[in-house]
């Protein structure tokens, strides 16, 4: 059972986000593996490893060859990656990302399934996974709390606004995981430091056939919005339950 | 020229057309032209609706035999335009469903895709997005530049729905072609999770519990306030992935987009993931330790201290008033 897992590499969530000159998300400092990537890669991990043979594989779309997130993931146990790192790719739009990632899937090997997460942490377009499985014309179930293979098929549970559908679906497939269908694993020591040898292959967007990228929106006006005018923020004293009280009265709501 | 031609993907319940649906039908009307709607199923008693709210086409997939919606309805909305309907422009509420046949449709058609909007503007042939970035605090307005359809997906509650707008409403079949190797994932059972009381997206009040409520029985807090307050309960992301509640309670990003008189945030430091889904509330009231809390910025009233204390005690105040 061979898994590839698309894992995006991501400006540090926790850090203010920056816009770059050309008003597209600024990404040229050091990216860590986004954290809703980690579930999908434990979850490739553990298919892999309950089928008793194969590998996870990783693709990854970044710029200047960019592979902290990437060592991250290898870290926990995937064997290699296949890394697109382009200049001529900065700001892509998620359609041409579906493009590259179908180049470097070609790249990663013979595969069952593609795990992907349901969108990135700082993009969240959340259409890169179903556009990727139209580009391999692939069937595909997004939204996954759970994943089982059982011979040439995969079940999967899949978050629905009401509740949750089951679905089988024939392989090779894509599935797009929620947080939380796993819980990841921490790198080991032993993982990080064999990580360091594993195999990345760094390709350009001409390597994968992708001549000229373009995307046909741009960015027009960018404005900060209007704030919210400043509210009453109190220290409890252990009487503010009042004020919360007099808050809901004065609204009517009680 | 000009945009005349304009879809949106609708979706129906029980012969009831979402809200989202109406919401985006109404603003589609605004923008002048024709609106057809694009139904996931049949349309059924909701075509009245769809109708009054500005559909003077309703192309309907008929049932979808356990396909799931991306494949199967971008299939048959790419049917549709072969066959010579080509749209300007079409609209796609941001969940699910429509994501996921926006995504299939953008390869399809081998266009862009805007998503996560909150308005759209018509100048001429040309059309433009507003989207909020950086849990709000900016807005991004973006325009397509190359050809027509353009795909663009907008979150729930960003446009008032209104009827009355008189659309002729006929119904034609748009049904779903063969998928060839894309049609391979079948819905063999549905589960619906049972909840009581009103929904989060519709109610009045909303009450929701984070990560600082400390363990997952002490949400139990916020289902009595909730309840106490005729509202809904809501949850962060933090929770539902943690597994205390289901994904249904989720506010934010990923989960319901809220707009309730009162949004009352209990132990919810305030991530962008979940600020967007909540900061149209009229009136927020944030209970948290940490003073630093982004939840605090966007607070009418915000309370520094333990939700362990304040929340019994808010109960206990609410009671006794009966």
């Known amino acids: 059972m061979n898994v590839i897992v698309c894992v995006k590499q991501i400006p540090d969530p926790a850090l203010p986000g920056e816009l770059d000159a050309d008003n597209t998300l600024k990404r040229d400092g050091k990216l860590i593996l986004d954290e809703s990537d980690s579930y999908g890669v434990e979850m490739a991990l553990q298919l892999v490893g309950a089928a008793g043979d194969g590998a996870v594989t990783l693709v990854s779309m970044a710029p200047n060859d960019e592979v902290s997130g990437l060592r991250t993931a290898l870290a926990m146990g995937a064997e290699k990656a296949v890394l697109v790192s382009d200049p001529s790719l900065a700001g892509a739009d998620a359609l041409t990302t579906a493009k590259v990632l179908a180049g470097a899937v070609g790249k990663a090997g013979d595969y069952d399934l593609v795990i992907a997460g349901t969108e990135s942490s700082d993009g969240y377009t959340g259409t890169v996974p179903e556009q990727l499985a139209e580009v391999l014309g692939l069937p595909s179930v997004t939204f996954a709390k759970t994943i089982a293979v059982d011979g040439g098929t995969v079940k999967v549970d899949r978050q629905t606004e009401a509740g949750y559908d089951e679905v089988t679906c024939s392989l090779p497939a894509v599935v797009s995981v929620t947080a939380g269908v796993v819980e990841p694993r921490y790198p080991s020591f032993k993982g990080i430091m064999a990580a360091k040898s594993k195999p990345v292959e760094t390709v350009t967007a001409a390597d994968l056939g992708i001549e000229s990228a373009s995307w046909a929106q741009s960015i027009t006006n960018v404005e900060d919005a209007p704030e919210r005018e400043a509210g009453e923020i109190i220290e409890d004293d252990g009487e503010t339950f009042n004020k919360i009280v007099e808050f809901l009265d004065n609204l009517k709501v009680i | ?322």
């Open chain 2, 1 to 322: 020229m000009g945009i005349d031609n304009i879809w949106v993907f609708a979706q129906t319940t029980d012969g009831e057309a979402s809200s989202a649906t109406l919401e985006l039908l109404t603003k589609a009307n605004s923008l002048g032209g024709s609106v057809s709607a694009f139904v996931v199923g049949s349309a059924g008693e909701a075509a009245a609706a769809l109708a009054d709210h500005g559909a003077a086409k309703i192309y309907e997939t008929g049932d979808l035999g356990g396909a799931l919606p991306g494949a199967s309805v971008s299939a048959a909305m790419k049917a549709v335009i072969d066959g010579g309907d080509s749209p300007d422009l079409i609209m796609f509420p941001q969940n699910y469903e429509g994501r996921d046949v926006m995504a299939r449709l953008s390869v399809k058609l081998d266009r862009t895709v805007l998503t996560n909007s909150t308005d759209v503007s018509v100048d001429g042939d040309s059309v433009s997005v507003a989207t909020p970035i950086f849990g709000g605090a900016k807005i991004v307005t973006s325009t397509f530049t190359g050809e027509a359809p353009y795909l663009a997906a907008f979150r729930p509650k960003s446009f008032e729905p209104a009827g009355g707008a008189g659309g002729a409403g006929e119904v034609v079949a748009a049904p779903v072609p063969d998928l060839g190797t894309t049609g391979g994932a079948n819905v063999t059972a549905v589960h619906v999770e049972e909840t009581s009381g009103p929904k989060l997206d519709e109610a009045a009040v909303v009450v929701a519990g984070g990560r600082g409520l400390g363990e997952a029985e002490k949400f139990d807090m916020v289902e009595q306030l909730a309840k106490q307050l005729k509202g809904a309960p809501g949850a962060s992301r933090a929770i539902v992935d943690a597994g205390w509640v289901p994904y249904s309670y989720q506010v934010g990003q990923t989960g319901k987009v809220v707009k309730p008189t009162v949004y009352v945030a209990a132990g919810i430091s305030g991530a962008t993931q979940h600020m967007v889904g909540m900061k149209g509330s009229k009136n927020i009231i944030a209970i948290n330790k940490d003073k630093e809390a982004p939840i605090f910025g966007v607070a009418d009233l915000g309370i520094v201290g333990d939700v362990h204390k304040v929340l019994p005690q808010l109960l206990e105040a609410l009671n006794a008033r009966g």
